[in-house]
């Protein structure tokens, strides 16, 4: 019997723990690190507010510049809330109350039952946020329901709820900070990030969120689509730079989403090998 085939000691770190086992970071580091950069993001955001003039000079370039590119009309979309009062109470609400939530719960499930997707996956947000604090200071943007030349209604404002106040006076947020959406950003991530680490057959219809999320961010004049577009390129880079964890078969979806490092799998297929 060799070294590769031996079997562990008994009482072993291998075998209290098998190989492939992906322990989780620290839930009082996580918490914070997370609770601060929040913080730095709310704290940014407050650095964008008093470019008035600028917000809206920019805002009338992106609509222009949608129309010239023959983007669809956000009114399109709006018209189909504006056909009862319900409908945009539950679009107004949709925005105001899925947006954050949604995200911490899909962070602590990958915590709680994929640990190695969890660091990815708050690696990416926290790039894709930090990218998208960035480009608030760089290029305020006044969203549609602010600027008259869109005919767009607030239907926050008119049939509620809302979750911000007089532009003038709201000092709780940065309300010319519309691109890049980070509405959708977020839900296409929690999408992309549920996809990856589960199984289910059904695991692509996830991208209902995001979907129905860039829906109502157009449909309640809260963003362009063009807000939309560079919050996906964002993401896309993102991806590009952190690393998706890998995965086998015969691992994903199972003990809480424990994966296989590279050089586990390469013990495996020389033990295949070897009982050929």
């Not at 199984?199 to 807000?227: E, K």
């Amino acid at each position: 019997m060799n070294a590769r085939t031996e079997p562990a000691p008994a009482g072993s770190d291998a075998t209290a723990r098998p190989p492939y086992v992906i322990a989780r970071p620290p839930l009082v580091r996580e918490l914070l690190l997370v609770a601060g950069l929040f913080l730095v993001y709310k704290f940014g955001r407050q650095l964008a507010t008093g470019h008035t003039g600028e917000a809206f000079h920019n805002a009338q370039r992106v609509w222009d510049f949608e129309r010239a590119v023959h983007l669809p009309g956000e009114g399109a979309v709006q018209s189909l809330l504006l056909h009862g009062d319900g409908l945009a109470h539950v679009a107004n609400t949709y925005y105001a109350a899925v947006h954050f939530p949604a995200t911490v719960a899909f962070l602590v499930w990958l915590y709680l039952r994929r640990p190695a997707h969890y660091v990815w996956a708050r690696r990416v947000l926290a790039a894709v946020t930090a990218a998208a604090l960035a480009l608030h200071l760089l290029f305020p943007l006044a969203p549609p329901r602010m600027l008259a030349a869109t005919g767009l209604v607030d239907t926050a404002r008119v049939y509620g709820p809302s979750v911000y106040g007089d532009p003038t006076t709201d000092s709780l947020s940065n309300q010319f900070a519309a691109m890049p959406s980070l509405h959708f950003g977020w839900a296409l991530m929690v999408a992309i990030g549920l996809i990856v680490a589960t199984r289910s057959r059904w695991r692509r219809l996830w991208l209902l969120h995001p979907l129905l999320t860039l829906l109502v961010i157009v449909g309640t004049a809260n963003h362009y689509w063009l807000d939309a577009i560079v919050a996906t390129a964002l993401l896309g880079l993102a991806l590009a730079v952190v690393q998706v964890p890998h995965r086998t078969a015969t691992t994903a979806g199972r003990a809480r989403g424990e994966l296989v490092p590279a050089q586990a799998r390469s013990e495996e297929q020389a033990l295949a090998g070897a009982g050929r």
